[in-house]
């Protein structure tokens, strides 16, 4: 073979190198932003997925803290508001069980002339999947009846768990730990 066919084979072989370069080029930029794509997709999701989480534990406890403050709050005189408020945003079970117990708490309460008011001091999540929330809620409750006329500060400690209802939430047991 000639020199002179060698250098032409060459130069060709170049030319063609030349010529693929840029789509070589091209189709690495082009996987490179594939592969970034996927993993901004997939932070996303996951981004989008604590956000949504930290908006339910945020809605949950919000229920769990109010939930408990109406429960400790009640004045004889008024036991409708109490009933009404411990039956507001619970399950059918909790209901069932206040109004079982509404006889002898009534007669209770107001015989002794009970005043009460709770102040949630703390809230905070003991387990929870995508349809159930358990929590610990510390409160302080002040309270007085006939014995004790002078008002007292009970602190207290509940279990609230709170449960998926239809498109919102309902608590579903409430008691001291």
């Known amino acids: 073979m000639s020199t002179r066919s060698q ?3 060459f130069r060709l072989g170049h030319l063609r190198l030349a010529l693929l370069a840029p789509y070589v080029v091209i ?3 082009a996987a490179v932003a594939i592969v970034l794509g996927l993993k901004w997709s997939a932070a996303q999701s996951d981004l989008d997925e604590i956000r949504s989480d930290q908006a339910t534990t945020a809605e949950t406890t919000a229920l769990a803290k109010e939930y408990t403050r109406r429960s400790l ?3 004889y005189r008024d036991m409708k508001t109490f009933f009404a408020g411990v039956e507001q945003d619970a399950t ?7 109004r079982k117990a509404r006889p002898d708490l009534q007669t209770l309460m107001t015989t002794a002339q009970v005043v ?6 703390a809230t ?6 995508d349809d159930r929330y358990e929590f610990a809620v510390t409160a302080l409750q002040k309270t007085k009846n006939l014995q004790q006329p002078e008002e007292q500060l009970v602190p207290n400690v509940l ?3 709170v ?3 239809g498109d919102g939430w309902s608590v579903d047991k409430y008691s001291a730990m």
């Open 7 to 9: 250098k032409s084979r």
């Open 159 to 161: 279990k609230v768990v």
């Open 92 to 98: 059918e079970s909790l209901k069932a069980e206040y």
């Open 163 to 165: 449960v998926r209802s």
């Open 27 to 29: 189709a690495a930029v």
């Open 116 to 121: 009460a008011s709770g102040e949630i001091v």
């Open 124 to 129: 905070s999540v003991l387990s929870s999947t």
């Open 73 to 75: 709050t009640y004045d």
